[in-house]
């Protein structure tokens, strides 16, 4: 039951987020690494990415499809990292750094954990609950 719950949290989020990255790109842009070709169509694909994932984490009716959206997901995490990490070091650089430790040091833990989350809840891996097995 808690893995559904979380499934539909998380998969509600990424709708959110993907939502955001087609509507709003502005702030995405911002934080996007400068050796990213096309930014604009880049921001625009991950937040088709975003939907997509979101709709096939969330579906009941294929596992496969939910583990495939659940493994596109937590690639994705993966591979918007760069974004975070540069967002972390262009705020840093501010004057009174913008948002501050506070916020980017907990995100940047909070990536490897939803990394994990689209694993879990998509049914992936049941780490670290799994039975050991001798």
């Not at 559904?4 to 959110?16: D, N």
């Not at 496969?64 to 591979?79: F, H, M, W």
């Not at 540069?86 to 501050?100: I, T, V």
């Not at 040091?105 to 490897?112: D, S, T």
């Amino acid at each position: 039951m808690t893995r559904q719950v979380v499934r539909w949290i998380l998969a509600l989020f990424y709708f959110a987020a993907g939502i955001i990255h087609i509507a709003a790109p502005a702030p995405f842009l911002t934080i996007t690494p400068s050796w990213v070709p096309a930014p604009q169509a880049v921001v625009f694909w991950t937040g088709i990415a975003e939907l997509l994932g979101a709709i096939g984490l969330a579906q009941g009716m294929s596992l496969p499809l939910r583990r495939a959206a659940a493994t596109g997901l937590a690639l994705y995490a993966v591979c918007v990292f760069p974004a975070n990490i540069n967002h972390f070091a262009l705020d840093m650089a501010k004057p009174g750094h913008g948002a501050g430790l506070a916020y980017h040091v907990p995100r940047m833990f909070a990536q490897p954990l939803l990394v994990w989350l689209a694993l879990w809840t998509g049914g992936v891996t049941d780490w670290p609950w799994q039975p050991r097995t001798r």
